[in-house]
């Protein structure tokens, strides 16, 4: 027996949870307040995706998906500085952006530190790839450069959070830009 046929749009529902998950974050976050969002009923919040948990895993995945995307555009650019400024400004939008909750899920969210960790390797690997080009000196530590541009992203997502403006998150991004090893 196939059961009946969902009633929703489970790719709505899903952008529904992530922004709801988003704004309050998981704890803070009710099944009550999924189902109001999502416009479904519990069963059917249920039937498609499990239980809270497994919904939270799927929701954080696209959002993942997506702040990934980005990511890698930026860190495409031609040298390492070019594409950590480009990531900084990107990321100061992204988390302004009136159309979307402020700051950044993936950076507040406790449950989230593997996809933070994951932030952390492929800066690490653009900027290794900075020290090989020569585009960074020799001896940056990158790893120790990754931490703190990933410190930076979530100061910027929390001061979005707080109610800061573009200007205020792009301050940042600059700064932080601006501390970034020049040259050899």
């Not at 090989?132 to 001061?159: N, Y």
Request: glycine share 6%; proline share 5%.
């Amino acid at each position: 027996m196939a059961g009946r046929p969902r009633s929703f749009d489970r790719e709505a529902a899903l952008a529904a949870a992530v922004e709801q998950f988003w704004r309050e974050g998981y704890e803070e976050t009710s099944v009550a307040t999924l189902t109001a969002a999502m416009g479904v009923s519990p069963p059917s919040l249920y039937a498609a995706f499990g239980d809270k948990h497994r919904l939270f895993e799927e929701a954080s995945a696209t959002y993942f998906r997506r702040t990934c995307e980005a990511l890698d555009q930026s860190l495409q650019l031609p040298t390492a500085r070019e594409a950590v400024a480009r990531m900084l400004e990107d990321t100061a939008r992204a988390h302004t952006d009136t159309a979307t909750p402020p700051g950044c899920l993936m950076l507040t969210e406790p449950r989230l530190t593997a996809q933070r960790e994951e932030v952390h390797r492929r800066l690490r690997d653009r900027l290794d790839r900075g020290v090989q080009d020569g585009d960074l000196p020799a001896g940056t530590r990158t790893d120790q450069l990754a931490s703190f541009l990933v410190a930076v992203l979530r100061g910027m997502s929390g001061c979005a959070r707080d109610g800061g403006t573009t200007e205020e998150v792009l301050a940042i991004a600059h700064a932080a830009t601006a501390a970034f090893p020049s040259a050899p």
